[in-house]
């Protein structure tokens, strides 16, 4: 199993509640019945104040390499995550569990 996490950092200027943020949010939503190969899939903007604080995260559970594959070059992944890259900066980790 791989745990495939991803936290987004916004860009200046663009805050939780800008319409762009909202939408790319609004995008990952449902992806679990779009995707099979997400055994678990959470995300949600972050809710503590610390300053290193990343602004959103995605937490979600595949069962290997492959699947992590069909779901990073998925359509309806790819869409959400282009509206993402366009506002903001990530980090990704993946590790076995």
């Known amino acids: 199993?791989?745990?495939?996490?991803v936290m987004f950092k916004l860009n200046e200027?663009?805050?939780k509640d800008d319409p762009r943020a909202l939408a790319a949010a609004k995008a990952f939503d449902g992806l679990e019945e779009q995707?099979?190969?997400l055994l678990e899939w959470q995300?949600?903007?972050n809710v503590s104040?610390?300053?290193?604080?990343y602004d959103y995260a995605i937490n979600s559970l595949v069962a290997d390499q492959d699947a992590l594959?069909?779901?990073a070059t998925h359509p309806a992944h790819v869409a959400a995550a282009q509206l993402w890259?366009?506002?903001a900066t990530l980090v990704v980790a993946d590790f076995e569990v």
Not at 1 to 5: A, D, G, K, S, V
Not at 49 to 53: C, E
């Open 13 to 15: 200027g663009i805050a």
């Open 49 to 53: 104040p610390r300053d290193v604080a």
């Open 35 to 37: 995707i099979p190969e």
């Open 69 to 71: 594959q069909v779901y």
């Open 1 to 5: 199993m791989i745990r495939h996490l």
């Open 43 to 45: 995300h949600g903007f």
């Open 85 to 87: 890259r366009a506002i």
